[in-house]
């Protein structure tokens, strides 16, 4: 697989993993579920807020099983890649109690070894 293949998958993989923990089925282990984060994560969130993996790592835990209904869907938009980097824009759709919202984002991955990781993240409604 290369490398937009690759952080692709990375997008599809994560968001049935954060479904999963919402809805109280995956593994309830933030390292697990952050295991393709580079330390060096950082998201501009849709109010703007600037997180940092370790934010992101304790916003988890309350809300794990918290969303049992919880329904996630997402659509490549659009990405770029060397062999060392990708750049992927995608729609977020996600459901729960009967209502559903949408948000844009792009995210930038780095590659070690086999593995894309998530570098940045940048979310907007």
Partial sequence: MDTLQTAQQEIY???????????GTGAADTDVLL????TDFKMVSPDGSLKSLADLASWLPPGFGKIPDMEISVKIIDGYATDKHALISYEETQ????????????????????????????ETF
């Fill in 13 to 23: 993989d994560f968001h049935t993993a954060i479904r999963d923990w919402f809805r």
């Fill in 35 to 38: 295991q393709n984060f580079s």
């Fill in 95 to 122: 459901a729960s109690g009967g209502q559903s919202y949408s948000r844009m984002s792009s995210a930038v991955f780095i590659r070690e070894g086999a593995r894309m990781l998530w570098l940045n993240l940048w």
